[in-house]
């Protein structure tokens, strides 16, 4: 089993299999890597093809062909792999299957079933079994992943948005345990909105839609969007 990797932020000496997602994270973890001389491996399922992918050196999969992919991270010497970038659930497309796929099916299927964290812990557990070591994009990109403390815009919060962000903070660490979502919205004491499948824009849009008698106890401008860890959530595959 390969080592895991250096906290040095650029990552393992070994080949990197970048499961690439939407996005400008993928890209950063590429450049990172060629700009450091160290092997990598962009692998793209269907539908995150972008065209800066081209300069890099990739693999393009099939979430029904599983079987395929690992026996080609294999080949090209693969020892380590990190998710990155946005990516959907896969719609999968059983009479397309491999004979691995065939095996994990079951599994496989069950874990689409599940809240976004135990499914993809489910999904790190299947890549750890086939001898891969699965890691983190913040061991890959260090701080240049956090955001640092204070403002990143004009307004600064008062008292009251505090207020607000602290319990919109135990609300998403109330429901954390249930795996329901990593947000939530508060303004003026009220829960407006709660993170769930449909992810933090699809949230944020449903509150923007809301009708103004709804409103009407948190009247804008107010209000805050509090986004962080699940308590115990595996920040190797879903860091906010």
Known sequence: MPEKAPADGLGPPGLLAIIAGRGDLPRRIAERRAAAGLPFLLVVFQNCWEDWMAGHPYQRHEFERLGAMFRALHQAGATHVVFAGAMNRPKVRLWRADLKTVKLAGKALA??????????????RMIEAE???????AELLGEDMQVQAGPLGRVSPDDR????????????????????????????????????????DLMLARLADLPAERRASAPPPSGVLFKGPKPGQDRRMDLP
């Open 111 to 124: 874990l689409l079933r599940k809240g976004d964290d135990e499914m993809l812990r489910g999904y790190a």
């Open 131 to 137: 001898g891969l070591v699965m890691i983190g994009p």
């Open 161 to 200: 948005d505090r207020a607000d962000a602290a319990k919109a903070a135990q609300i998403v660490q109330t429901l954390g345990p249930l795996d329901v979502g990593q947000g939530a919205v508060v303004a003026r004491g009220v829960c407006l909105a709660v993170e769930a499948i449909e992810g933090t």
